[in-house]
């Protein structure tokens, strides 16, 4: 087994693993969404109405649509297909009225989910240069390749500079490009709060990262959560067997992984 999955199994089973996580994952209580009290109003007023098409248009501004319903995301993409489809907006709206005001509110005020909250927190952690040294932009990072460094960028900078400068092919996108001891790292960073569904393609997405062929860099997966629990569960047969050999390892044990290189 890879030492490093050795050693982030041994922090989660014999040490204080959720009490240390939280700094690197701190989940956010639930409180409502913001909702704009410009764009309530005009609901407000088009639901009264029965505006249906102002209604739909409205709704659309929030981040959060009140009922769920398979064709919300095409009208957001295409808001011109409000006007030409009347009879999908109207079943639509009829949803709607029966809802009611205030529920209306309450659902588009509903807090996010845990999982959509926890994507950003692992970068901001390395901002907090819990590596020992704070991420810098793309020009300082070209600049100064003889010195230690953590790429701060956006997902597309950092897929295009493993694009360009490390031949990454892969779709997926980097939650960590860095450069340690000469040697380029990159990787993608996952909290794996269950087992099953979505959790299971999470996993899956942060291992077809580290098998991708032909990358001039080193590969690892920085996974924390259930996938450390000793017993039969997929995740960890898949990292103590299948996976035994990859770079599988917690966030809390990164930065001695990186200095070592």
């Known amino acids: 087994m890879n030492k490093w999955t050795k050693f982030s199994i ?4 014999q040490r204080s693993y959720l009490d240390d996580l939280f700094r690197v994952y701190p989940t956010i209580p639930d409180g409502i969404r913001e909702t704009n009290d410009k764009v309530w109003n005009n609901i407000e ?11 739909i248009n409205e709704l659309l501004k929030l981040n959060l649509f009140p009922i769920k319903d398979s064709y919300i995301a095409y009208l957001r993409r295409d808001k011109s297909a409000i006007e030409r489809n009347p009879k999908t907006i109207n079943r639509i709206c009829g949803r709607l009225y029966e809802l009611g005001l205030n529920k209306i509110y309450e659902r588009c005020s509903e807090p996010k989910e845990t999982n959509r909250q926890i994507g950003p927190m692992f970068r901001e952690w390395l901002r907090d240069k819990s590596l020992g040294i704070k991420p810098v932009q793309l020009d300082k990072f070209l600049k100064d390749k003889n010195s230690n460094a953590i ?28 450069r340690f001891n000469g ?13 099953g569904g979505h ?7 942060a291992i077809s990262t580290i098998e991708t062929k032909n990358v001039k860099a080193v590969k690892i997966a920085i996974l924390d959560g259930v996938l450390y629990i000793k017993g039969k569960n997929k995740m960890y047969k898949a ?3 299948t996976y035994k050999k990859y770079n599988i390892m ?12």
């Not at 041994?10 to 089973?13: G, L, R």
């Not at 040697?183 to 087992?195: C, M, P, R, S």
């Not at 917690?250 to 290189?261: D, I, K, N, P």
């Open 199 to 205: 959790q299971n393609a999470q996993f899956a997405d």
């Open 45 to 55: 007023k088009a639901f009264n109405c029965k505006c249906n098409i102002s209604l």
């Open 151 to 178: 790429l701060d960028g956006s997902d597309k900078q950092m897929m295009d500079f493993a694009h360009k400068y490390l031949g990454y092919n892969h779709d997926k996108g980097l939650d960590f490009v860095g």
């Open 239 to 241: 990292i103590t067997e």
């Open 250 to 261: 917690s966030a809390l044990v990164l930065r001695e992984f990186l200095y070592q290189l």
């Open 183 to 195: 040697k380029y790292v990159i990787g993608e960073a996952k909290f794996l709060t269950d087992f």
């Open 10 to 13: 041994e922090y989660a089973n």
